[in-house]
């Protein structure tokens, strides 16, 4: 059993590596790997996308510069139905529209858009260790309970249009979407691999979900 994390170069993919690395072998999840090969996709049973950076650079260096490595994981995710799970930029481009310097179009899979967190008073980006409040139950979320910490680095946060699919906020003076999940697929806003304790929970419970 294979989970990959896609590298479409758009961050330092070594501690969220070493991450699942971790909890896949505690707990008998298989090997992880880190690819850009749509056959390495094409072939997982588990796929993460991490992201860091811009909206439009992302999307733009997954669904148009990669073009075999977007069929691939839309093969895999869309009509195979493994687990995906985005981090961070990853999970914003579940999104169908970001705005981020300028409209771009996202992987439709959650309704929402991809919008700049109000300053109102806030530092932004919001960046460090902030409290998920649980919304709904998951699989993923097993252990986990509101008051839990998570580290977020963000400036973008998705506004969503279907509550139905938001799992957890964490407040920022105003709600910020932190978990989403529709089907086969959950996004967290916010970096498990850098989240201690309770990242760590949340990986190995991705690694072992069963849609």
Known sequence: MTTVLIDTDSGNLHSAEKAFQRM???TGAGQVVVTSDPEDVARAERVILPGDGAFPACARALMRDRAALYEALIETVETRGKPFLGICVG??????????YEPTEGL???????VAIPAAGRKVPHMGWNDLVIDRPHPVLDGLKTGDHAYFVHSYHMALNDQAQLLAHCDYGAPLTAIVATE????TQFHPEK???NGLRLIANFLNWKP
């Open 195 to 197: 989240s201690q304790a």
């Open 108 to 114: 439709g899979w959650i309704d929402g858009e991809v």
């Open 24 to 26: 896949a072998a505690e």
């Open 91 to 100: 999970m914003q481009l579940m999104a169908r529209m970001g705005h981020e």
């Open 184 to 187: 086969n697929r959950v996004g």
